[in-house]
């Protein structure tokens, strides 16, 4: 199994910018997809950014498309999420994981390792 460790949350006023990373240790040698999700207090986690193994397919929420940019660098078995334009909206607890396939997904069910999650909170 994969274990992740997100960092880089913080607090930053509306249109300002983060870069979150997320760490991955243990079993690497997997090839394996990537994920972003976020959860607001009282809403459920929702789906952010996703990214293949070899980098070359990315998908993004529509709440976050040309605003957020995932990438992985695998030597360094660490993934990437820059975030700019940040908006209110975007306060949340940020969540990486890793998924048990290597092609792109964005279901959640695909994903079966997590990292303990990172705050982001966009002050208005």
């Known amino acids: 199994q994969v274990q992740l460790v997100e960092s880089g949350g913080g607090l930053v006023q509306t249109g300002g910018s983060l870069r979150l990373s997320c760490a991955a240790s243990g079993r690497t040698y997997n090839n394996y997809a990537m994920g972003w999700f976020r959860q607001a207090p009282g809403k459920d986690r929702e789906f952010v950014a996703a990214?293949?193994?070899?980098?070359?397919?990315?998908r993004y929420a529509d709440s976050v498309k040309g605003r957020f940019t995932i990438s992985r660098d695998n030597a360094r078995n660490t993934m990437y999420l820059q975030m700019i334009s940040l908006r209110p909206e975007d306060t949340a607890v940020y969540y990486c994981?890793?998924?048990?396939?290597?092609?792109?997904?964005?279901?959640?069910?695909?994903?079966?390792?997590w990292g303990q999650g990172t705050q982001v909170t966009v002050s208005s």
């Open positions: 990214i293949s193994w070899s980098g070359g397919s990315k």
């Open positions: 994981a890793a998924a048990w396939r290597a092609g792109v997904t964005t279901d959640a069910t695909d994903f079966g390792s």
